[in-house]
């Protein structure tokens, strides 16, 4: 049996250990690393909040969702609309349905006047991604609460008293020790009501108590539909210098199929 020569046994020990050393170097530089993100950062995570984002934080998370974020599902396809026709083909949650085009231009008519007005600045999660749709409660009642829900949204998106119930900025972390500042103003627009006969948005202040926010009396809510930006967006419109592209889309992906509840508040702001 030949016996390996001494000097190269040797060597190979010592390779080893050196290998044995880097590893036990690199793994305690990656535990001192570690050591010192959680002392430099410790205290802003255990103060974070994960509902709230700065006004720069939203901004980078919308740059990314416009570029490389996912689209919503099954949205609208307008060509219909831009073809020159009245209505066109939609669905929700499978069941396919014939809309106006007058509901996309009002729609469009009311996401642009929301970022003129500054009451929003961008469509996604972090500011505003879906709108509630209402009607008044004494319409309910007697045209719209035996219906189907088959049949109610098809119904509804031809209703000239339809309102979209917009709520802004919700995540947007409050910052109450520069009241006079541009996000303090996007961040007091929270509820916003859109109409759909031709009427300007009405945007509903914070309540000055701090208590909640107002939105309107004597309205029942009976669907709604998702909004997202995305560059491969179906819809297109221009808010001042901004080119905004966007999905709408009646198939809720966070939820279950909305369902018709009255809307419980105290008073509408003047």
Known sequence: MAIEPLHRRLNGLSWSRRSVEVCMFDLKSLVIVAFVLVGSFGHSFA????????????????????????????????????????????????????????????????????????????LFPLDVDYAD?????????????????????????????????????????????????????????RTVLGFFHGRPNQLLLRQTDGAGYYEPEGLVRVGGFGILSHFLGELTFVAGETVVTFDLSFDNDR??????????VSAAAR
């Open 47 to 122: 103060k974070d909040d994960s509902w709230f984002f700065t006004a720069n934080e939203i901004a980078n998370a919308y740059r990314y969702q416009q570029q490389f974020g996912a689209r919503l599902h099954n949205p609208i396809e307008p060509r219909a609309c831009l073809h020159g026709r009245m209505e066109f083909s939609a669905s929700s949650q499978g069941r396919p349905f014939v809309a106006p085009c007058r509901f996309l231009s009002e729609t469009v008519r009311q996401l642009r006047e929301l970022l003129e007005s500054g009451a929003a600045k961008y």
């Open 133 to 189: 749709l209402a009607v008044p409660g004494d319409l309910y009642e007697s045209k719209y609460k035996h219906l189907s829900s088959g049949e109610l949204l098809p119904a509804l998106l031809r209703e000239p008293a339809l309102v979209a119930i917009y709520h802004t900025a919700l995540h947007l972390q409050p910052e109450p020790s520069n009241e006079g500042s541009r996000t303090n103003v996007w961040g007091e627009k």
């Open 255 to 264: 939820a279950a199929a909305p369902t018709a509840d009255n809307i419980t």
